[in-house]
């Protein structure tokens, strides 16, 4: 008769392992969905960025047409 292999330490090894696979694969795909979230912030704030030099750009374009106007007609 073959030795049998379903004794209680290695059933609860077996389900220890089991549950450790699930909580790995449960912290692996928060992960990744944080990274995603982090990805997608992190764009949005450079487009908001660069929106905002822009801007300032054409901001301080407009003041120095706007002091040379001024300065040139004094």
């Keep these: 008769m073959p030795p049998n292999n379903d ?3 290695n059933l609860a090894s077996s ?9 790995t694969a449960q912290i ?19 487009a908001k960025m660069d929106e905002m030099s822009r801007r300032l750009d054409n901001l301080e374009a407009k003041l120095k047409d706007a002091e040379d106007k001024k300065s040139g007609s004094s």
Excluded: C
Excluded at 15 to 23: C, K, P, S
Excluded at 34 to 41: H, P, R
């Design 7 to 9: 004794t209680p330490a």
């Design 15 to 23: 389900t220890n392992e089991d549950a450790r696979g699930e909580l």
């Design 28 to 46: 692996d795909d928060l992960l990744n969905t944080l990274s995603n979230k982090f990805a997608g912030v992190s764009s949005e704030i450079f």
